[in-house]
């Protein structure tokens, strides 16, 4: 069992950063790919990025790639979602998932959720 939280989040305006944070609970973080989605009002949730057990895969959607950057300490049993050059498309509601498989895209493949934050960006 693994539980996730999501920090991060909240308000910023087009052009800028954040930084989210998704801790985990349970010794056997290292074991999971972890996965970062989002879902924006009256929208399906959507894959951002995922990280394979070690940090050393990592996939994007087309969206984000080249503006967010997927990482992992597992010794502090977190993951991390660097978001720069924000855009008012990127508002949505975050979440962080974590899966036994190697670094899928489908949310349906993951086995773990957290509860999500809030990213608004304004124009």
């Known amino acids: 069992q693994v539980q996730l939280v999501e920090s991060g989040g909240g308000l910023v305006q087009a052009g800028e950063s954040l930084r989210l944070s998704c801790a985990a609970s349970g010794r056997t973080f290292n074991s999971y790919s972890m996965g970062w989605f989002r879902q924006a009002p009256g929208k399906e949730r959507d894959f951002v990025a995922t990280i394979s057990w070690n940090g050393g895969t990592t996939y994007y959607a087309d969206s984000v790639k080249g503006r967010f950057t997927i990482s992992r300490d597992n010794a502090k049993n977190t993951v991390y979602l660097q978001m720069n050059s924000l855009k008012p498309e990127d508002t949505a509601d975050y979440y962080c998932?974590?899966?036994?498989?190697?670094?899928?895209?489908?949310?349906?493949?993951?086995?773990?959720w957290g509860h999500g934050t809030q990213v608004t960006v304004s124009s």
């Open positions: 998932a974590a899966t036994t498989r190697f670094a899928p895209l489908a949310p349906s493949l993951y086995n773990y």
